[in-house]
Protein backbone atom coordinates (compact mmCIF):
# COMPACT_ATOMS: atom_id res chain seq x y z
CA UNK A 1 0.00 0.00 0.00
CA UNK A 2 0.93 3.16 -1.11
CA UNK A 3 -0.48 6.65 -0.30
CA UNK A 4 -0.73 9.40 -2.79
CA UNK A 5 2.67 11.23 -2.07
CA UNK A 6 1.13 14.51 -3.81
CA UNK A 7 0.04 14.68 -0.72
CA UNK A 8 3.27 15.97 0.93
CA UNK A 9 3.31 18.46 -1.46
CA UNK A 10 0.95 20.35 0.08
CA UNK A 11 1.50 22.81 2.76
CA UNK A 12 0.61 21.03 6.17
CA UNK A 13 -2.63 22.56 6.62
CA UNK A 14 -5.59 24.52 4.02
CA UNK A 15 -4.81 28.47 4.55
CA UNK A 16 -8.17 29.20 6.46
CA UNK A 17 -7.40 26.18 9.00
CA UNK A 18 -4.02 27.32 9.69
CA UNK A 19 -5.70 31.24 10.38
CA UNK A 20 -8.12 29.90 12.34
CA UNK A 21 -5.56 28.00 14.77
CA UNK A 22 -3.79 31.18 14.61
CA UNK A 23 -6.69 32.86 15.62
CA UNK A 24 -8.19 30.98 18.75
CA UNK A 25 -4.75 30.19 20.32
CA UNK A 26 -4.81 34.27 20.63
CA UNK A 27 -8.30 34.82 21.74
CA UNK A 28 -7.70 31.49 24.36
CA UNK A 29 -4.58 33.84 25.61
CA UNK A 30 -6.14 36.93 25.61
CA UNK A 31 -9.79 36.10 26.79
CA UNK A 32 -10.48 40.10 27.60
CA UNK A 33 -9.75 40.94 23.93
CA UNK A 34 -12.75 41.38 21.62
CA UNK A 35 -11.28 40.05 18.30
CA UNK A 36 -12.71 41.28 15.08
CA UNK A 37 -12.66 38.87 12.07
CA UNK A 38 -12.18 39.79 9.06
CA UNK A 39 -10.28 36.67 7.52
CA UNK A 40 -12.00 33.87 6.13
CA UNK A 41 -15.20 35.28 3.56
CA UNK A 42 -17.64 33.94 5.78
CA UNK A 43 -21.68 35.76 5.63
CA UNK A 44 -22.25 36.97 8.78
CA UNK A 45 -26.38 37.92 7.76
CA UNK A 46 -29.15 35.32 7.86
CA UNK A 47 -30.91 33.55 5.44
CA UNK A 48 -33.42 35.26 3.52
CA UNK A 49 -36.91 34.72 4.84
CA UNK A 50 -38.16 33.52 1.36
CA UNK A 51 -35.51 30.99 1.82
CA UNK A 52 -36.30 30.06 5.25
CA UNK A 53 -39.86 29.38 4.82
CA UNK A 54 -39.66 27.04 1.53
CA UNK A 55 -37.19 25.21 3.76
CA UNK A 56 -39.46 24.89 6.67
CA UNK A 57 -42.52 23.81 4.16
CA UNK A 58 -39.90 21.39 2.49
CA UNK A 59 -38.94 19.67 6.48
CA UNK A 60 -43.19 19.35 6.49
CA UNK A 61 -42.82 17.74 3.43
CA UNK A 62 -40.22 15.27 4.25
CA UNK A 63 -41.78 14.05 7.27
CA UNK A 64 -45.36 13.43 5.97
CA UNK A 65 -45.28 10.06 4.09
CA UNK A 66 -47.72 11.69 1.46
CA UNK A 67 -44.76 14.02 0.44
CA UNK A 68 -41.67 12.55 2.06
CA UNK A 69 -39.07 12.00 -0.92
CA UNK A 70 -35.76 9.68 -0.66
CA UNK A 71 -32.91 10.07 -3.58
CA UNK A 72 -32.93 12.82 -5.86
CA UNK A 73 -31.48 13.33 -8.89
CA UNK A 74 -27.65 13.65 -8.12
CA UNK A 75 -27.48 16.45 -10.62
CA UNK A 76 -30.19 18.77 -9.23
CA UNK A 77 -34.45 18.67 -9.07
CA UNK A 78 -35.75 20.02 -12.07
CA UNK A 79 -37.74 22.65 -10.07
CA UNK A 80 -34.38 24.25 -9.32
CA UNK A 81 -32.38 23.30 -12.67
CA UNK A 82 -35.06 25.61 -14.14
CA UNK A 83 -34.92 28.52 -11.49
CA UNK A 84 -31.63 28.69 -11.94
CA UNK A 85 -31.67 28.52 -16.35
CA UNK A 86 -34.53 31.41 -16.01
CA UNK A 87 -32.17 33.81 -14.04
CA UNK A 88 -29.49 33.20 -16.91
CA UNK A 89 -32.27 33.73 -19.62
CA UNK A 90 -32.69 37.56 -17.34
CA UNK A 91 -29.24 38.19 -17.54
CA UNK A 92 -29.07 37.53 -21.46
CA UNK A 93 -27.60 33.89 -21.45
CA UNK A 94 -29.05 30.56 -23.30
CA UNK A 95 -28.70 27.93 -21.24
CA UNK A 96 -30.72 24.49 -21.30
CA UNK A 97 -31.24 22.99 -18.03
CA UNK A 98 -29.50 20.11 -18.27
CA UNK A 99 -26.48 22.11 -18.91
CA UNK A 100 -26.91 22.88 -15.42
CA UNK A 101 -25.58 20.81 -12.06
CA UNK A 102 -27.00 21.64 -8.47
CA UNK A 103 -23.96 21.29 -6.33
CA UNK A 104 -23.04 21.83 -2.63
CA UNK A 105 -21.02 24.63 -3.16
CA UNK A 106 -18.01 25.49 -5.30
CA UNK A 107 -15.53 24.81 -3.80
CA UNK A 108 -16.06 20.84 -3.84
CA UNK A 109 -16.88 21.27 -7.89
CA UNK A 110 -13.92 23.15 -8.44
CA UNK A 111 -11.55 20.17 -7.14
CA UNK A 112 -14.22 17.25 -8.04
CA UNK A 113 -14.51 18.54 -11.85
CA UNK A 114 -10.20 17.30 -12.15
CA UNK A 115 -11.62 13.87 -12.24
CA UNK A 116 -12.56 14.58 -15.66
CA UNK A 117 -8.70 15.64 -16.92
CA UNK A 118 -5.88 13.79 -17.46
CA UNK A 119 -3.34 14.59 -15.20
CA UNK A 120 -1.04 15.08 -17.93
CA UNK A 121 -2.72 18.64 -18.66
CA UNK A 122 -0.77 21.42 -17.92
CA UNK A 123 -2.85 23.92 -15.81
CA UNK A 124 -2.63 27.38 -15.96
CA UNK A 125 -3.52 29.06 -12.67
CA UNK A 126 -3.42 33.36 -11.85
CA UNK A 127 -0.87 34.15 -8.75
CA UNK A 128 -2.37 35.46 -6.42
CA UNK A 129 -5.68 33.54 -6.14
CA UNK A 130 -7.99 30.99 -4.04
CA UNK A 131 -5.97 28.25 -3.01
CA UNK A 132 -8.45 25.48 -3.73
CA UNK A 133 -7.09 25.39 -7.25
CA UNK A 134 -3.62 24.92 -6.87
CA UNK A 135 -4.18 22.61 -3.85
CA UNK A 136 -6.01 19.92 -6.01
CA UNK A 137 -4.15 20.05 -9.12
CA UNK A 138 -0.75 19.43 -6.38
CA UNK A 139 -2.72 16.48 -5.06
CA UNK A 140 -3.54 14.90 -8.39
CA UNK A 141 0.37 15.15 -9.70
CA UNK A 142 -0.41 17.84 -12.51
CA UNK A 143 1.95 20.32 -13.57
CA UNK A 144 0.83 24.09 -12.65
CA UNK A 145 1.95 26.70 -14.14
CA UNK A 146 1.53 30.65 -13.04
CA UNK A 147 -0.30 33.92 -14.57
CA UNK A 148 1.14 37.52 -12.68
CA UNK A 149 -1.68 38.73 -11.51
CA UNK A 150 0.09 42.22 -10.43
CA UNK A 151 -0.77 45.95 -9.69
CA UNK A 152 1.18 46.45 -13.15
CA UNK A 153 -1.76 44.55 -14.70
CA UNK A 154 -4.52 45.68 -12.14
CA UNK A 155 -4.83 41.65 -11.00
CA UNK A 156 -5.96 40.62 -14.17
CA UNK A 157 -3.59 38.90 -16.32
CA UNK A 158 -4.10 38.10 -19.97
CA UNK A 159 -3.66 35.23 -22.25
CA UNK A 160 -0.12 34.91 -23.58
CA UNK A 161 0.07 32.95 -26.69
CA UNK A 162 3.74 31.30 -25.89
CA UNK A 163 1.77 29.91 -22.74
CA UNK A 164 1.18 26.11 -23.07
CA UNK A 165 -1.93 25.77 -21.26
CA UNK A 166 -4.53 22.73 -21.33
CA UNK A 167 -6.78 23.64 -18.44
CA UNK A 168 -7.09 27.69 -17.47
CA UNK A 169 -8.47 29.07 -13.81
CA UNK A 170 -10.28 32.42 -13.53
CA UNK A 171 -11.46 33.73 -10.80
CA UNK A 172 -13.89 36.87 -11.57
CA UNK A 173 -14.42 38.77 -9.58
CA UNK A 174 -11.18 37.81 -8.01
CA UNK A 175 -10.53 35.94 -4.89
CA UNK A 176 -8.90 37.97 -3.12
CA UNK A 177 -7.98 41.00 -4.98
CA UNK A 178 -11.35 42.06 -6.09
CA UNK A 179 -10.38 42.33 -9.28
CA UNK A 180 -13.21 41.94 -12.06
CA UNK A 181 -12.66 41.07 -15.74
CA UNK A 182 -14.19 42.89 -18.59
CA UNK A 183 -16.68 41.42 -21.24
CA UNK A 184 -13.96 42.62 -23.70
CA UNK A 185 -11.03 40.89 -21.85
CA UNK A 186 -12.59 37.29 -21.02
CA UNK A 187 -13.00 37.20 -24.63
CA UNK A 188 -9.62 37.69 -25.32
CA UNK A 189 -9.53 33.98 -22.54
CA UNK A 190 -12.29 32.31 -24.75
CA UNK A 191 -10.30 32.83 -27.81
CA UNK A 192 -7.17 31.88 -26.38
CA UNK A 193 -8.69 28.73 -25.41
CA UNK A 194 -10.77 27.79 -27.98
CA UNK A 195 -7.36 28.60 -30.56
CA UNK A 196 -5.42 25.93 -28.34
CA UNK A 197 -8.47 23.14 -27.28
CA UNK A 198 -8.22 24.50 -24.03
CA UNK A 199 -10.71 24.65 -21.26
CA UNK A 200 -11.38 27.38 -18.96
CA UNK A 201 -12.88 27.00 -15.71
CA UNK A 202 -14.63 29.85 -14.57
CA UNK A 203 -15.22 30.92 -10.76
CA UNK A 204 -18.16 33.24 -10.49
CA UNK A 205 -18.76 32.76 -6.91
CA UNK A 206 -19.13 36.72 -6.33
CA UNK A 207 -20.29 37.61 -9.88
CA UNK A 208 -23.23 38.93 -7.79
CA UNK A 209 -20.87 41.87 -6.41
CA UNK A 210 -20.08 43.02 -10.03
CA UNK A 211 -21.60 46.56 -9.69
CA UNK A 212 -19.95 48.71 -12.72
CA UNK A 213 -20.97 48.16 -16.23
CA UNK A 214 -18.87 46.02 -19.02
CA UNK A 215 -17.94 43.78 -16.26
CA UNK A 216 -18.82 40.16 -16.83
CA UNK A 217 -21.24 38.00 -14.13
CA UNK A 218 -20.86 34.93 -16.56
CA UNK A 219 -18.30 33.93 -19.01
CA UNK A 220 -21.43 32.77 -20.97
CA UNK A 221 -21.74 36.67 -21.75
CA UNK A 222 -18.81 35.94 -24.50
CA UNK A 223 -19.92 34.52 -27.40
CA UNK A 224 -17.75 31.04 -28.08
CA UNK A 225 -17.32 30.42 -24.30
CA UNK A 226 -19.54 27.03 -24.54
CA UNK A 227 -17.19 25.62 -26.87
CA UNK A 228 -14.47 25.83 -24.10
CA UNK A 229 -15.86 26.96 -20.33
CA UNK A 230 -17.07 25.40 -17.32
CA UNK A 231 -19.19 27.76 -14.64
CA UNK A 232 -18.86 27.35 -10.97
CA UNK A 233 -21.76 29.23 -9.31
CA UNK A 234 -22.42 29.32 -5.54
CA UNK A 235 -25.36 30.47 -3.17
CA UNK A 236 -23.09 30.92 -0.48
CA UNK A 237 -22.02 34.45 -0.43
CA UNK A 238 -24.61 35.67 -2.52
CA UNK A 239 -27.56 34.25 -0.28
CA UNK A 240 -26.11 33.21 2.92
CA UNK A 241 -25.49 29.89 1.93
CA UNK A 242 -22.20 28.84 3.29
CA UNK A 243 -23.64 26.93 6.35
CA UNK A 244 -26.53 25.25 4.28
CA UNK A 245 -24.27 24.62 1.24
CA UNK A 246 -25.65 24.68 -2.44
CA UNK A 247 -24.11 25.97 -5.44
CA UNK A 248 -24.38 25.16 -9.09
CA UNK A 249 -22.07 24.23 -12.11
CA UNK A 250 -22.50 25.00 -15.80
CA UNK A 251 -21.13 22.55 -18.41
CA UNK A 252 -22.22 23.30 -21.98
CA UNK A 253 -23.19 20.86 -24.33
CA UNK A 254 -21.00 22.54 -27.02
CA UNK A 255 -17.83 21.69 -24.75
CA UNK A 256 -16.07 18.32 -26.46
CA UNK A 257 -12.77 17.46 -27.39
CA UNK A 258 -11.84 14.65 -29.72
CA UNK A 259 -15.93 14.03 -30.28
CA UNK A 260 -15.96 13.37 -26.01
CA UNK A 261 -18.92 15.53 -24.66
CA UNK A 262 -17.80 17.14 -21.37
CA UNK A 263 -21.05 17.27 -20.01
CA UNK A 264 -21.63 13.75 -20.19
CA UNK A 265 -18.91 12.79 -18.53
CA UNK A 266 -19.20 14.84 -15.44
CA UNK A 267 -22.85 13.22 -15.51
CA UNK A 268 -21.21 10.19 -15.33
CA UNK A 269 -19.19 11.59 -12.89
CA UNK A 270 -21.62 12.96 -11.06
CA UNK A 271 -24.21 10.36 -10.54
CA UNK A 272 -21.33 7.97 -9.34
CA UNK A 273 -19.59 10.05 -6.73
CA UNK A 274 -22.57 12.42 -5.27
CA UNK A 275 -25.74 11.58 -4.11
CA UNK A 276 -26.81 15.43 -5.07
CA UNK A 277 -27.82 18.02 -2.75
CA UNK A 278 -30.71 17.96 0.17
CA UNK A 279 -34.57 18.46 -1.08
CA UNK A 280 -34.95 20.75 1.65
CA UNK A 281 -32.04 22.75 0.91
CA UNK A 282 -32.83 22.66 -3.12
CA UNK A 283 -36.13 23.97 -2.09
CA UNK A 284 -34.71 27.27 -0.42
CA UNK A 285 -31.82 27.44 -3.08
CA UNK A 286 -35.21 27.49 -5.02
CA UNK A 287 -36.72 30.76 -3.48
CA UNK A 288 -33.91 32.92 -3.75
CA UNK A 289 -35.06 32.97 -7.28
CA UNK A 290 -37.82 34.30 -6.41
CA UNK A 291 -39.03 38.19 -7.01
CA UNK A 292 -39.34 38.26 -2.92
CA UNK A 293 -35.78 36.58 -2.51
CA UNK A 294 -34.04 38.35 -4.76
CA UNK A 295 -35.29 41.46 -3.03
CA UNK A 296 -34.17 40.13 -0.03
CA UNK A 297 -31.27 38.51 -0.85
CA UNK A 298 -30.39 42.30 -2.44
CA UNK A 299 -30.86 43.66 1.38
CA UNK A 300 -28.28 41.62 2.54
CA UNK A 301 -25.26 42.04 -0.52
CA UNK A 302 -26.17 46.18 0.35
CA UNK A 303 -25.18 45.53 4.00
CA UNK A 304 -21.69 44.13 2.66
CA UNK A 305 -21.43 46.22 0.12
CA UNK A 306 -21.83 48.97 2.49
CA UNK A 307 -19.13 47.54 4.62
CA UNK A 308 -16.82 47.63 2.00
CA UNK A 309 -17.41 50.99 1.41
CA UNK A 310 -16.72 51.35 5.42
CA UNK A 311 -13.39 49.53 4.43
CA UNK A 312 -11.95 51.32 0.98
CA UNK A 313 -12.89 54.53 3.23
CA UNK A 314 -10.27 53.80 5.88
CA UNK A 315 -8.09 53.00 3.21
CA UNK A 316 -8.62 55.87 1.38
CA UNK A 317 -8.14 58.36 4.27
CA UNK A 318 -4.74 56.42 5.30
CA UNK A 319 -3.72 56.86 2.14
CA UNK A 320 -3.07 53.06 1.78
CA UNK A 321 -3.38 51.32 -1.78
CA UNK A 322 -5.68 48.53 -1.98
CA UNK A 323 -7.93 47.03 -4.31
CA UNK A 324 -11.56 45.43 -4.78
CA UNK A 325 -14.64 46.55 -2.87
CA UNK A 326 -16.25 48.06 -5.49
CA UNK A 327 -17.15 44.73 -7.22
CA UNK A 328 -16.11 42.44 -4.34
CA UNK A 329 -16.87 41.83 -0.80
CA UNK A 330 -12.77 41.78 -0.68
CA UNK A 331 -10.53 44.54 -0.08
CA UNK A 332 -6.80 43.72 -0.76
CA UNK A 333 -4.44 46.33 0.84
CA UNK A 334 -0.72 46.76 0.77
CA UNK A 335 0.71 46.16 3.78
CA UNK A 336 2.09 48.99 5.93
CA UNK A 337 5.84 50.33 6.24
CA UNK A 338 6.94 47.50 4.11
CA UNK A 339 5.49 44.53 6.03
CA UNK A 340 5.44 41.08 5.06
CA UNK A 341 2.06 39.66 4.88
CA UNK A 342 2.25 37.61 7.93
CA UNK A 343 3.70 40.72 10.33
CA UNK A 344 1.24 42.32 9.00
CA UNK A 345 -1.20 39.45 10.41
CA UNK A 346 0.29 39.14 13.19
CA UNK A 347 0.25 42.98 13.92
CA UNK A 348 -2.88 43.71 12.95
CA UNK A 349 -4.05 40.93 15.29
CA UNK A 350 -1.65 41.30 18.17
CA UNK A 351 -2.05 45.53 18.21
CA UNK A 352 -5.51 45.57 16.99
CA UNK A 353 -7.35 42.71 17.67
CA UNK A 354 -8.25 42.62 13.87
CA UNK A 355 -7.87 39.24 11.70
CA UNK A 356 -7.72 39.43 8.01
CA UNK A 357 -5.85 37.02 5.66
CA UNK A 358 -2.37 37.19 4.82
CA UNK A 359 -1.82 38.04 1.03
CA UNK A 360 1.38 35.33 0.72
CA UNK A 361 -1.56 32.82 1.45
CA UNK A 362 -3.05 32.87 -2.23
CA UNK A 363 0.50 32.49 -3.61
CA UNK A 364 3.97 34.36 -4.10
CA UNK A 365 2.31 37.40 -6.11
CA UNK A 366 0.33 38.06 -2.87
CA UNK A 367 2.92 38.47 -0.23
CA UNK A 368 3.24 42.00 0.88
CA UNK A 369 -0.39 42.23 0.64
CA UNK A 370 -3.51 41.45 2.75
CA UNK A 371 -7.44 41.33 2.87
CA UNK A 372 -10.00 41.92 4.63
CA UNK A 373 -13.60 40.92 3.80
CA UNK A 374 -17.09 43.02 3.80
CA UNK A 375 -19.09 39.88 5.43
CA UNK A 376 -18.84 40.98 9.05
CA UNK A 377 -21.44 42.59 10.43
CA UNK A 378 -22.03 46.45 10.10
CA UNK A 379 -20.93 47.63 13.83
CA UNK A 380 -17.73 45.09 13.48
CA UNK A 381 -16.51 46.44 10.38
CA UNK A 382 -17.15 50.44 11.57
CA UNK A 383 -15.48 48.99 14.87
CA UNK A 384 -12.20 47.40 12.39
CA UNK A 385 -12.49 50.51 10.43
CA UNK A 386 -11.99 52.56 13.52
CA UNK A 387 -8.65 50.38 15.11
CA UNK A 388 -6.92 50.20 11.64
CA UNK A 389 -7.31 54.17 11.33
CA UNK A 390 -5.99 54.57 14.61
CA UNK A 391 -3.38 51.90 14.39
CA UNK A 392 -2.33 52.91 10.87
CA UNK A 393 -2.70 56.50 11.40
CA UNK A 394 -0.04 57.26 14.17
C1 LIG B 1 -12.43 32.77 1.40
O1 LIG B 1 -12.37 33.38 2.46
O2 LIG B 1 -11.58 32.89 0.51
C2 LIG B 1 -13.59 31.90 1.17
O3 LIG B 1 -14.50 31.99 2.18
C3 LIG B 1 -13.19 30.51 1.06
C4 LIG B 1 -14.26 29.69 0.40
O4 LIG B 1 -15.20 30.23 -0.17
O5 LIG B 1 -14.10 28.49 0.45
Redesign the pocket.
Given at each position: MKFNENYLKLKESYL?SDIARRVNAFAAAHPDKKVLRMG???VTLPLAPAVVEAMQKAVAEMGDKATFRGYGPEQGYDFLREAVRADYARRGVTLAADEIFVSDGA?SDVGNILDLFDVSNAVLIPDPV?PVYVDTNVMAGRRVLFADATRENGFLPMPDEKVEADIIYLCSPN??TGAAYSVEQLRRWVEYANARGAVILYDA?YERFVAEQGLARSIFEVEGAKTCAIEFCSL?KTAGFTGTRCGYTVVPHALKRGGISCNKLWLRRQTTKFNGVAYIVQRGAEAVFTPAGQAQIEANLAVYRRNAQRLSACLDDLGIFYTGGKNSPYIWMQCPGGMDSWKFFDYLLEEANVVG?PGSGFGKNGEGFFRL?AFASEEATEEAAGRIRKLLGR
Open positions: FIGDKYNPASTT
